[in-house]
DNA sequence: TTTCTGTATAAAT
DNA sequence: TATACAGAAA
């Protein structure tokens, strides 16, 4: 979702970009935006299990675009959930579900038009398209890196720590999270525009002298973020004004006590733990080969860090970072694989025609979960309660 | 003036 | 899904 109204506040310090200007540079690419782009065209064939190709040919067709300008791609896949986000994520795979329902109505019906349109809002970029996905990238050599939890921040610390130029994205998160040149809306000409966080002193609209990092992130997180909601009546400009005014969320939020705004309950516990997640959050390191922190923890640090992004056994998170083990469940692939095969020859020894293979992502078997705790190293319990289980069933 | 809400539309071919 | 725009509400 980002940070609504953030690009239109910048736009003074946004400069169109061409794919040219680019050349010989390594950039960091948003992989889900353009599966979720390219999943428009075969939404059906996605959603009903049936073979296509359509989603990853729009990927490649954007990568070779970027290799034959000479610019070297890293694509970054979206891996786990974050805990404070799993209420979103449930809410939307429930709506997915809700329009799939739909478009099966409407296409009994024989209402094909309002099929599609729900099929296309019942779309799920699962772990599984990205793994077909990263099939191909193995072949064509192309760097990529599934994050242990979300792109934004793995996207981020390849810009921080410069093992790429720019970003390529659809996010405006990425601002907040301290990433030094994106480019946003990148077309299929390879025209989008640039933005970077150099260029923020130089502002029209709105004057950014004399902000620092924090504040701007303070000011992205009082007008609402993805980890915490804003209080009403207070956007991106009130937000502005009152960082501007008080210089840090504390004193802020110690002003905002005097005024007709309600406070709800931890919110000030909250906003320090949405600053935490744009400063610290869970990433891969392709270097150490193991999960660290965006930017280090303070070592006096007696918190809890599971909001962070649950800390991982380092043979999980590079099996998750090649894609070889599914982020969500830490199941390996090869498993849902071999399940889905099977399937594949059961229906094909006692069936006359193509019948559409449904993956459903709700359940597993018992030698999945037993593999996946060995892999995690929790209970049986403990990895159930999570759910999401991966399970090839039949339609 | 700013924020919030609803509606329309584009994305892909 | 995300953005843009319009009009209402505060």
């Not at 990529?144 to 998160?173: G, R």
């Not at 040149?181 to 933005?195: P, T």
């Amino acid at each position: 979702m980002g940070i609504q109204g953030l690009l239109p506040l910048l736009k003074t310090v946004m400069a169109p970009i061409t794919i040219e200007e680019l050349r010989d540079q390594t950039v960091a690419i948003d992989v889900y935006s353009w599966l979720h782009k390219g999943a428009f065209s075969c939404s059906i064939e996605l959603c009903k299990g049936l073979p296509t190709s359509r989603h990853i040919d729009y990927c490649m067709h954007r990568v070779n675009l970027l290799r034959n300008h000479s610019v070297k791609p890293i694509l970054v896949f979206d891996g786990g959930s974050l805990p404070m986000k799993i209420d979103k994520e449930t809410k939307r795979a429930r709506a997915r579900k809700e329009n799939l329902e739909w478009a099966l109505k409407h296409e009994a019906a024989g209402n094909s038009f309002a099929a599609h349109e729900c099929f296309q809002k019942a779309v799920d970029i699962s772990p599984s398209i990205a793994w077909e996905l990263i099939q191909v990238l193995k072949k064509e050599n192309i760097d990529y890196v599934v994050a242990p939890y979300e792109a934004d921040a793995q996207m981020a610390f390849l810009s921080i720590n410069k093992l790429v130029d720019a970003v390529i994205t659809e996010d405006s998160d990425l601002i907040p999270f301290g990433c030094h040149r994106i480019i946003f809306k990148m077309d299929k000409f390879g025209q989008g525009v640039e933005f970077k966080c150099s260029m923020l002193d130089k502002n029209k609209d709105i004057d950014f002298t004399g902000f620092t990092k924090t504040m701007l992130l303070e000011m992205c997180i009082f007008s609402g973020c993805d980890y915490l909601q804003s209080l009403p009546s207070i956007g991106l400009k009130r937000a502005y004004a009152l960082v501007k005014k008080y210089k840090s969320y504390e004193k802020v939020i110690k002003h905002l006590r005097c005024t007709s705004i309600a406070i709800p309950p931890h919110y000030e516990e909250n906003f320090k733990k949405a600053i935490w997640t744009f400063q610290h959050q869970r990433v891969y390191d392709s270097v150490k080969e193991d999960i660290v922190h965006l930017s280090n923890i303070p070592h006096d640090c007696d918190i809890d860090l599971e909001f962070l992004g649950p800390w991982l056994p380092q043979k999980l998170v590079q099996g998750i970072a090649k894609g070889d083990v599914d982020p969500l469940t830490k199941i390996p692939f090869q498993f849902k694989m071999a399940a889905i095969k099977r399937y594949r020859n059961m229906e094909s020894s006692n069936d006359e025609q193509n019948i559409p293979l449904m993956v459903d992502e709700s359940q597993e078997t018992e030698a999945h979960i037993q593999h996946s705790n060995a892999m995690v190293g929790t209970s049986n319990n403990a990895l159930r309660s999570e759910g999401q289980i991966i399970v090839a069933t039949v339609m």
